[in-house]
């Protein structure tokens, strides 16, 4: 109720704030952006939430930011989108930045990883509606190119795994941390199914259904199709989960993807992971629903 009452000069202080107190506190010039305007409207050289130099320390305060920018825009709406803006940036580095190696902050790392998403999805559903002060509007193409990577590679299992699993051979104490990395790696992979279908997917469905350009959806498609042949039975499961909520909750004229996907699919149809196999069925059944053709023919030509 207090933020509803601010004006926006008075908005812009409290977040100038609020960003000043996360981001510079432990923080040292390092990952300084020269080009970033600050939230009072001069250009200002500010420190971004990753430069803080312990990795704990900057996990605590960007789960603890990005949990206050989503009541903010929660309550504030389209009027917040130049706040989602300017932390933009930040957002792409932490989906960048690598998995903790301990597990003491795996915990955390998926909190900030899952915040993040939910902020990148209120920016892409807010800035689609908004215009800039120069009138140009906000989620330009050069921005979707920048969070295209970084948002798709989420779908990579590993870089959230332990280590490689060698039990058959090495010393001893090699086997007892290749043992470890395993039982790690099996609690890891049971986080990223959860991180996947209810976070990742999301918000990649709302960068689609916000961009409505077939251009950018061909490119994000293309991308998605790329872990179709991942190593990981979990990432191709994974990767077809999102390819069904994508032609189901985008809208029909995501159709249009259908040929580039048959490739793809026909191959998953086969796959030597019967689960894989299992699930490529349903989603080809799906799809002859959805595009109301009989896709048999197509699929084994």
Known sequence: ?????????????????LCKKLWTTEATTAGINENSADILGHKKRKPQLHSLPNVASRQSRAATFYHIVLGLSDRLGGIFVPFLDRIFNDIVQDLSDSFPTSNSSWEEAWIVRRRALKVLGQFFVLASGAQSSDGKGYMDKSQFDQILTPLIGQLDVNRFLSAENELENGSPKKKRKAKKAESENDVILESYGRYVSEDVTDTIVKL???????????TLHHEILKFASHDSPHVRSSTLNLVRSMFEQVGEEYIVLLADTLPALAE?????????????NKIAVKLEQLSGEDLKQLLRS
């Open 268 to 280: 998953l149809l086969e796959d030597e992971n019967e689960e894989v196999r299992l699930l490529a």
């Open 208 to 218: 689609a259904v916000t961009q409505n350009d077939s251009a950018n959806w061909q």
């Open 1 to 17: 109720a207090f933020v509803m009452m601010l004006s926006e000069r008075q908005l812009r202080t409290l977040f100038d704030s």
